[in-house]
Nanobody, 120 residues
Framework: QVQLVESGGGSVQAGGSLRLSCAAP????????MTWVRQAPGKELEWVSS????????LYSDSVKDRFTISRDNAKNEVYLRLSELFIEDTAMYYC?????????????RGQGTQVTVSS
């Protein structure tokens, strides 16, 4: 298990943007694919996006494709999620998780999350 710490959430109007960050203080994430997931109130965890360990491969859910951008800086040991053209439905707690699209759930290594609230 690696400690993961998310930041960058906040309240924004629909159509706005945010950039979320995920750091691994005292640990390493450069040897692992990383994933962002989210959980809206009363709903299950939803996979959002994943990035390979080297950053060259990215995947997005249909609901965020072309609006969100995942990236990473292995020198800084950080992963990012740029949220653009936000919808009210994007309101959720956002978590970064170690692992790729098919492994993050099994690895069960997530941070505490950062809240994103989108209003009209």
């Amino acid at each position: 298990q690696v400690q993961l710490v998310e930041s960058g959430g906040g309240s924004v109007q629909a159509g706005g943007s945010l950039r979320l960050s995920c750091a691994a203080p005292g640990g390493r994430m450069d040897n692992s694919a990383m994933t962002w997931v989210r959980q809206a109130p009363g709903k299950e965890l939803e996979w959002v996006s994943s990035i390979s360990s080297d950053g060259y491969e990215t995947l997005y859910s249909d609901s965020v494709k072309d609006r969100f951008t995942i990236s990473r800086d292995n020198a800084k040991n950080e992963v990012y999620l740029r949220l653009s053209e936000l919808f009210i439905e994007d309101t959720a707690m956002y978590y970064c998780a170690r692992g790729g699209r098919s492994s993050w759930r099994r690895l069960d290594n997530r941070g505490q999350g950062t809240q994103v609230t989108v209003s009209s």
